[in-house]
């Protein structure tokens, strides 16, 4: 079983949340990764496909079973409604696999990763602290435009979904600026690995 102490990792898209996230991991923490989690509820046969189907149409279902993720992105970005439909399918399927791997989790302490962790309001109150991996935005856009394919309206417009960064910045306990300096980020996931077994300590 992981330790009794929590952390909340999150930060806007393309900002190296998942690459910390690992590094964290290497040490010795539990990762519980909420985006893993809806990448596996909406794969082919996932728990989420039936809903998705009977809510959205079968045009939303690509031919291998899976979520259509293009044609859903492109529809709740247009419209708030269907957004919030998605969600309601989704949020508590995702929050009953991830109580079920946090329960079963092994590690120092557990890192729930949650893209959407400021804006969905209740995480605050279910992790002990909150670790936020910041960059500039146009670090960001650069970055999710070349890993995911994407122009850079289509970038802006999941950014403008997502809480502004001042936001997850006013809500963070810890920040590590991720500027691409892979030994200066290291060297503070270290740091903060540090402190948090102490305080998974305190916890016991």
Known sequence: MAGNFSLGLTGGIGSGKTT????????????????LIAHEL????????????EQFGSEFIAADGAMDRAAIRQLVFGSLEQKHKLEAILHPLIRSETERLAAEARGDYRI????????????????DRILVVDCNEET????????????????????????RRQDRLNAADDVIVNDGDLKNIREEVLRLHQQYLQLADISK
């Open 20 to 35: 910390i996230a690992n590094m964290f991991a290497e040490l010795g923490a539990a990762l519980i990764d909420t985006d």
């Open 42 to 53: 909406t794969m082919p046969g996932g728990l989420a496909i039936p809903a998705i189907r």
């Open 112 to 127: 729930f990763v949650v893209p959407l962790l400021v804006e969905s309001g209740n995480w605050k109150q279910r992790v």
């Open 140 to 163: 960001q856009i650069r970055r999710v435009m070349s890993r995911n394919q994407l122009s850079r309206a289509q970038v802006e417009a999941i950014m403008r979904n997502q809480a």
